[in-house]
T-cell receptor
Framework: AQRVTQPEKLLSVFKGAPVELKCNYSYSGSPELFWYVQYSRQRLQLLLRHISRESIKGFTADLNKGETSFHLKKPFAQEEDSAMYYCALLDAGNMLTFGGGTRLMVKP | ETGVTQSPTHLIKTRGQQVTLRCSSQSGHNTVSWYQQALGQGPQFIFQYYREEENGRGNFPPRFSGLQFPNYSSELNVNALELDDSALYLC?????????????FGQGTRLTVV
């Protein structure tokens, strides 16, 4: 069975500092990976997906199949980035498996 | 606003009772999934419906069941409620194709079992 691990429950950085939210996965097939974000009092929403290879709100994530990782990065954190971030894997059966989430706090 | 709405927003039930949670998907979406999110954890996949048929199920017992209707609404039913069923229940809908797998989430229903 697939598994998604986010080792940090909480990540606290100062505004302008680089951010890296870690995500590791285990899956026997070819995964499709996502980052979802939940801002305060808002619903869960898609931030980015690895197949798009795009940068959203300054965030990027690269799929590393060798290390089975999909870390989320941003070079300069902003206060409005403070939120819960979830890494998720979509399997061949279209089932989405989420990690436990990382709360990012960006301090002024 | 994504167009996915869930009702009710909050609910308190007694152990052993049955509950029905509802989700109104975005118009045109052919797929709906339900998730259970316990406090401090990520969402856990319960099951998924595609064109009104269940086409995927997570590690949840049969007392968790669902329906999807032609008008894009869906239901999650839980029988014989247990205290551990207390959680936030999320519904997500999508127009699934191999190239379009984004799920749109509702705001959730918080169920408390006492």
């Amino acid at each position: 069975a697939q598994r998604v691990t986010q080792p940090e429950k909480l990540l606290s950085v100062f505004k302008g500092a680089p951010v890296e939210l870690k995500c590791n996965y285990s899956y026997s097939g070819s995964p499709e990976l996502f980052w979802y974000v939940q801002y305060s009092r808002q619903r869960l929403q898609l931030l980015l997906r690895h197949i798009s290879r795009e940068s959203i709100k300054g965030f990027t994530a690269d799929l590393n199949k060798g290390e089975t990782s999909f870390h989320l990065k941003k070079p300069f954190a902003q206060e409005e980035d403070s939120a819960m971030y979830y890494c998720a894997l979509l399997d061949a059966g279209n089932m989405l498996t989420f990690g436990g989430g990382t709360r990012l706090m960006v301090k002024p | 606003e994504t167009g996915v709405t869930q009702s009710p927003t909050h609910l308190i039930k007694t152990r052993g009772q049955q509950v029905t949670l509802r989700c109104s998907s975005q118009s045109g979406h052919n797929t709906v999934s339900w998730y259970q999110q316990a406090l401090g954890q990520g969402p856990q996949f319960i099951f998924q419906y595609y064109r009104e048929e269940e086409n995927g199920r997570g590690n949840f017992p049969p007392r968790f069941s669902g329906l999807q209707f032609p008008n894009y609404s869906s239901e999650l039913n839980v029988n014989a409620l247990e205290l551990d069923d207390s959680a936030l229940y999320l519904c997500a809908s999508s127009f699934w194709t191999p190239m379009n797998t984004e799920a749109f989430f509702g705001q959730g229903t918080r169920l408390t079992v006492v």
